[in-house]
């Protein structure tokens, strides 16, 4: 399965983004959709995660702003993100699991300027 992130870009502090995963060679109901975020020198954080019957977990610092959800018709899980600060810089990251399969995407950059 391969994946694509799109949607990122450049914001100021409490604005919106919505990110899109585009999925390819498999179905993302058979497979866990999450999205992390990486800033340099830091590790890779997660951030929130749907299964494929539509549950979903986030990172505490996404509770209440972010909102991942499943557009199967399009084969893509978006990550909705509201009020977004500074520390929500970073690039941010689409990864599709089901053992033994584990895709990345290249990600897409979201800049919050203050």
């Known amino acids: 399965v391969q994946v694509v992130e799109s949607g990122g870009g450049l914001v100021h502090t409490g604005e919106s983004l919505t990110l899109s995963c585009d999925v390819s060679?498999?179905?993302?109901?058979?497979?866990?959709m999450a999205w992390y975020r990486q800033t340099p020198g830091k590790q890779r954080e997660w951030v929130a995660t749907?299964?494929?019957?539509?549950?979903?977990n986030y990172a505490n610092f996404a509770q209440g702003r972010f909102t991942i959800s499943a557009d199967n018709a399009k084969n893509a899980v978006l990550l909705r993100m509201n009020n977004l600060g500074p520390d929500d810089t970073a690039r941010y990251l689409c990864?599709?699991?089901?053992?033994?399969?584990?895709?990345w995407g290249p990600g897409t950059q979201v800049t919050v300027s203050s």
């Open positions: 060679g498999g179905f993302i109901i058979f497979y866990d």
């Open positions: 749907i299964d494929g019957t539509g549950n979903t």
């Open positions: 990864n599709a699991r089901r053992e033994p399969t584990d895709s």
